[in-house]
């Protein structure tokens, strides 16, 4: 009698039958209900810092412009003094930091 290896035993078909009746049988949540929960806790996090505190004012930054002297390196767009510039192609320019 020859013996079909490939094919599932009885024992682990029950098994995976009942799985699958305990799965379906679960109360688990509905997708719209995970999705609104999402939504929900977005628009709390809205107005918190990373640190967790709220903040209800607004942040005002005075932009400088860049001088003369300065220019922004291409690699690493931080602006930097003419003295740091290691070198300029096609247009760009790179600070030594990033040629070093």
Same mark, same amino acid.
């Given at each position: ?15 995976? +039958? ?11 949540? +509905? ?37 003369? +002297? ?31």
């Amino acid at each position: 009698m020859a013996t079909d290896y490939d094919e599932v035993r009885s024992d682990v078909k029950e098994t995976q +039958d009942r799985s699958l009746e305990a799965l379906q049988s679960a109360n688990a949540p +509905d997708a719209r209900s995970v999705v609104n929960e999402l939504d929900e806790a977005d628009a709390f996090d809205e107005g918190l810092t990373p640190g967790g505190e709220i903040v209800s004012e607004e942040l005002i930054v005075q932009v400088i412009p860049q001088a003369a +002297d300065e220019f922004t390196c291409y690699s690493c767009f931080l602006v930097r003094h003419r003295s740091q510039l290691a070198r300029e192609s096609n247009g760009h320019s790179y600070c030594i930091e990033c040629e070093g």
